[in-house]
């Protein structure tokens, strides 16, 4: 059902931004991001590395895809999800920063996830899927992503939440001059 909301929600997005553009053509003016974004210059996804810059808002990202964070059993983080878990009543999405961590002892490819609101980690991304990932961030793709669920928060006897993230890669900034 959750889906089916979702859906729907930016299929009507997507038709309003559609009328903004053919609206603002009359006028000589291209809709800002203020006016195009969901909240804070962060639709889809993003906070401060949001894709959508310059006259046109949307760019489209070169692979999207889905990942569980894992270490969200230590050191404290599963009430960081539960914290998440109401943002999510609130929103389609948590924007969260993933940040490198060269110099993480067990893996030089570690990726922290960030909760934006908060600036506390609540995990990192898996090993196997950091690899590729790392390599990208380091040669500056952008990277975006989202909480798109808490996991296992269906069921009020599950103590142990997971999290679930959409990430959207993007090509590095052109640029200018």
């Known amino acids: 059902m959750g889906q ?32 195009t974004t969901k909240k804070d210059g962060a639709w889809p996804a993003g906070g401060k590395d949001s894709p959508g810059w310059g006259e046109f ?18 050191r404290g983080r599963q009430p960081q999800l539960r914290r998440m878990l109401e943002q999510l009543d609130d929103d389609y999405y948590v924007d969260v920063e993933l940040v490198r961590d060269p110099n993480n002892k067990h893996d030089p490819n ?17 090993a196997g899927v950091a690899v590729g990932l790392a390599k990208q961030m380091d ?8 909480v798109v669920d808490i996991l296992g928060a269906w069921d009020e ?5 997971g999290c679930l993230l959409e990430i959207a890669i993007y090509e590095p900034r052109q640029r200018d001059g």
């Open 4 to 35: 089916m909301v979702g859906g729907i929600g930016i299929m009507i997005f997507g038709i309003v931004y559609f009328f903004m553009v053919i609206l603002s053509r009359g006028k000589g003016e291209s809709p800002t991001t203020s006016q």
């Open 57 to 74: 808002p949307f760019v489209v990202p070169i692979k999207t895809f889905r990942t569980k964070v894992v270490g969200v059993t230590r």
């Open 110 to 126: 570690a990726i922290k996830v960030i909760n934006e609101e908060t600036g506390k980690q609540i995990g990192f991304i898996s």
């Open 139 to 146: 040669a500056g793709y952008r990277v975006v992503a989202s």
């Open 157 to 161: 006897e599950i103590t142990t939440l």
